[in-house]
Each structure stands twice: as structure tokens, then as C-alpha cells.
């Protein structure tokens, strides 16, 4: 079985990330991706840390309605707890998976976090375990003005934007997906939900359903 993994904050899961882990099952040919929503990012302090249950259950819910079996969320990081690191996501899934994975697992990223992969803890042991899937995201002024939401790069991470990548002159083996991403962002989406605004469709319905229900990211 091949098998793509896809960490992140998650916060909210919403149509982008659904689109992307779709271009990877049917461009790249993986049978299955696994979301993993990360307990604390390494690179970031989330400006809305809503509970990592929360985010956790809106993928669950969300795989769960995927009937082709596609999806799965994984809670790995979440029961972890502490600081998410991806080697270790990465060995943890190594020996779960033992004796079912085709290959190398694919690791799907931003180039926006790409661009900054040599800053991740080890990055080498990262490549002997996983092969980097690449894809472009889109800047959208709008929300990166927005502070209040924004998260705010930690350590020595310059942040999402702006920064600029070309798959050429990365020195990792890398596959570039261009054109798999919409424009939409976690980021924004929670700006729209805290200033009332319509946010319906940006979410798979699951997910919209749920923050509604739990009232999340209000007056935030």
C-alpha cells in the first residue's frame, strides 16, 4: 500500500487541504492519506488553539464520510502530546505500517514550509523515510494582514510569507504538485468565522457543521 502522509495544525481543516490529498491519491497514485494533526508545531504558536480534540475529531469526521477509504485521520501527535515533531511521527508510523507499505511513505507539505526544511529537526532522517511531495500555496494579502489570527513563527522560522521557492533550486528530491492547492486558508477562515462573516463553503460540510455546533473560533 502506498501511503501519503499529511501533518498540519488543521485549524480548521477546510476544501484546500481536501483538494490536495485528493491530487495526491489519483495524480500521484498513493491509496491512502493519513492527516496528522499536530499536538504543538515546531515551527509556529497557533494564534486560535482550540482544543487538539477538536481538531483531531472534525478530520475524523470528515474520513469517515470519504466512502473510497482515502482518508484517515491519525492521532498520533494529538496522544503524544509536547512538540510535533515529524521524525518521530515518521518512525512511529514506520513500525506500524510495517510489512504493508509500498515504498517510502510521501510527505506532503507547502513550499512555504519546504522552503525552510533544512531547519527541521533532522531533516536526513526525514528523507530515509519519507519522499517529499511539494505543492504551491497561494499568499492572500487579505488574511496575512490580519495579526490577530495570524500564527506567529517560533525559533528561527521566518513564517509562511513571504518566501520564495523554486523546486529547481532545492537541493532535496523533491515532486512538485503546482497546481493542486486552491486558494483557501485555515487563516482566513477563521477570520471570516470571528468577524461574522460567510464561511460555509470554504469547509467540507462535516467540519462546517461541527464548528457551528461547538461554536468555535467566535469572538475570538
Avoid at 11 to 39: Q, T
Avoid at 129 to 135: E, K, M, Q, R, V
Wanted: hydrophobic letters at 35%.
Amino acid at each position: 500500500m502506498k501511503i501519503a502522509v499529511f501533518g498540519g495544525s488543521f485549524n480548521p481543516f477546510h476544501i484546500g487541504h481536501a483538494m490536495l490529498a485528493d491530487s495526491v491519491i489519483n495524480e500521484l497514485g498513493y491509496d491512502k492519506v493519513l492527516f496528522v494533526p499536530a499536538y504543538n508545531p515546531p515551527h509556529k504558536t497557533l494564534s486560535v488553539n482550540i482544543a487538539p480534540e477538536h481538531r483531531l475529531k472534525m478530520l475524523e469526521l470528515f474520513c469517515k464520510q470519504n466512502k473510497e477509504n482515502h482518508f484517515e485521520a491519525e492521532p498520533c501527535e494529538i496522544k503524544r502530546g509536547g512538540v510535533s515533531y515529524t521524525i518521530d511521527t515518521l518512525l512511529y508510523l514506520n513500525q506500524k505500517y510495517e510489512g504493508k507499505l509500498e515504498g517510502k511513505f510521501g510527505l506532503i507539505m507547502g513550499d512555504e514550509v519546504a522552503a525552510e526544511f533544512h531547519k527541521w529537526n533532522n531533516p536526513e532522517g526525514i528523507l530515509n523515510l519519507a519522499d517529499l511531495i511539494i505543492t504551491h500555496r497561494y499568499p492572500d494579502e487579505s488574511f496575512i494582514l490580519n495579526n490577530n489570527q495570524k500564527n506567529k513563527p517560533t525559533g528561527n522560522y521566518t513564517g509562511e510569507y513571504p518566501l520564495s521557492f523554486d523546486p529547481k533550486d532545492f537541493k532535496y528530491p523533491c515532486k512538485f504538485l503546482k497546481e493542486s492547492v486552491l486558494p483557501v486558508s485555515s487563516t482566513e477562515i477563521r477570520s471570516r468565522i470571528a468577524e461574522g462573516k460567510s464561511f460555509k463553503f470554504l469547509l467540507p460540510p462535516v467540519i462546517y457543521d461541527y464548528i457551528q455546533k461547538h461554536n468555535l473560533y467566535r469572538g475570538l
